[in-house]
C-alpha cells in the first residue's frame, strides 16, 4: 500500500499549490493513503499572522482544516485523504496547542522541532563560525526537545528527527548520548518516527534521519513512517520505493499509517 503522509501547500507561504494539486498527483501515483500536513499556525504568538513565510495565520487553520474534510468526502472511492497538520513543538506552549488541535479529527500530527536555542534551525546565519564545542552543545539541546516531544505524547509521528544538519550537514558526525537518549524515551513513548525524503533538497542531501539513525532507531524497537515533506506537487511520494527498500535491508517488516489517531502497521 502506497502512502505519503507529509506535504504542504500554498498556505505556508512557501510551498507551491494547492492541496487538490498534491492529492491529483497522489492519485496519479497510485497512492492509496495522501496526508495533508501543513506547517501549524504560531498559536503562541500574539499576532494573527506571525512569519507569513513559514506558516499560515490562526485565522487560517479553521478553514485548512474544513478544506481538507471537504477534499476527503469528494475524493472518497479514489484515494483517502487525511487530515494532518506538521505541528511546532514549543514545550512552553504544549497546553496551548493541545487544546487547539482537541476540537478538530485529525487523522494523525506530526510533531517537529523547527526552533531551537532561540533559531531557527534552517538559518544559515546561526551555523557559521560555529565551533565543535558550540556544535556540540547545539546537539544536545536539539535532541533534548526532541525527547520532551516524545515524552509529551502529544504527536503521532515526529518529523524529519535530525533536520538539524540541513544547512550544516558536519553536526550528524558529532558524537553524544543524547542521540540515543532520545530514541530510548521515543521508544518507552511509543512515537513513530519519519523517514522524510526532503532532506535531499537541502545541503546535507539524502533522508531524515540517515541511515546510522534508522539503524538505531530499529535497535530501539522505535517504528517509522513515510513523508516526503513535499512542498511542490511534484514531489509527492519522492523515494518511496527507494525508502521501502532500505527499511526493508535494515531489518523492518512493517510500517505505520494513521487514521482518526489510531496507528496502523501495514506490511513493507
Ligand atoms: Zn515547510
Ligand atoms: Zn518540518
Known sequence: MKFDLHTHHHRCGHAEGHIREYIDEAVKLGLE???????SPFFGEEVDHFKPWVAMAKSEFHSYVEEVLHLKREYQGKIHVLLGVESDYFPEHETLYRDVYRHYPFDYIIGSVHVSNGYDLFNRKRWERMTEQQAIIEKEVYYQLIQMSAKSRMFDILGHIDALKGCYPEIAHIKTEAVDDAFKVMAESGSVIEVNTSGKTKDCGGWYPSIDLLERARFYG??????????????????????KNTLKTLGYQEWCIFQSRQKRKLAL
Do not use: K, L, Y
Open 33 to 39: 493513503f495522501i496526508g495533508i500536513s501543513d506547517h
Open 222 to 243: 522505535v517504528d517509522v513512517t513515510f513523508g516526503s515533506d513535499a512542498h511542490e506537487p511534484a514531489r509527492v511520494a519522492d523515494d518511496w520505493q527507494e525508502v
